[in-house]
Structures are given as C-alpha cells and as structure tokens.
C-alpha cells in the first residue's frame, strides 16, 4: 500500500485535468459503495420491523418501518412519519 505522503506527491505532480478526472471516478466509486451498501440494508428490512436511523433529533428513538421503497423507507416515530434514507438506517 503506497504512504500517504507518497500520494499526496503523486497528486501534486498530476496537471488539472488529470486531477478532474481522478475526483470523477473517486466520486462515481463513493456513489456505487453507498448503493451496495444500501442494497445490503434493504435486504434485510420489513414492515413492521423496528429499528433506528442516524438523525440529530431522533437518534436512539425506535422506529417502526411502514412501507419500503425504492431508496428510502417510511418509518412511524415518536413525533410523526418521516421518509427516510436507506443508508440513514441502523439496524
């Protein structure tokens, strides 16, 4: 595995463009972990399920999930019904 000083000189001898082009791919591979990951989330939910997200107000509260959709999930909290994201999810 190559140090971090070394990539950071690596990074300082790359032109501009070399650099765009970098962050595209850094960016589109970040995006495609958070997709897996969030596939791996949604396989293992149901309605009816409870769990708890990551969200300042409700951390820690439990959360019953009442519809599943494509990226996100309706949940009943304490206080009301959110739409959530799946990657937000704490199982």
């Known amino acids: 595995m190559t ?4 990539v950071a000189e ?3 001898d790359m032109s501009y463009e070399e650099l765009k082009a970098l962050n595209n791919q850094v960016v589109e591979m970040a995006k495609a972990k958070r997709n897996m ?3 791996g989330v ?10 708890q997200f990551d ?10 999930i009442i519809k599943i ?9 304490p206080i009301g019904i959110y739409n959530v994201p799946i990657n937000f999810i704490i199982i």
């Open 3 to 6: 140090s971090p000083a070394a």
């Open 10 to 12: 690596m990074l300082n």
């Open 37 to 39: 990951d969030a596939i």
């Open 42 to 51: 949604k396989a293992n939910l149901h309605v009816g399920q409870i769990i």
């Open 55 to 64: 969200d300042n107000q409700l951390r820690g509260m439990d959360c019953e």
């Open 69 to 77: 959709n494509q990226t996100r999930v309706k949940v009943q909290t």
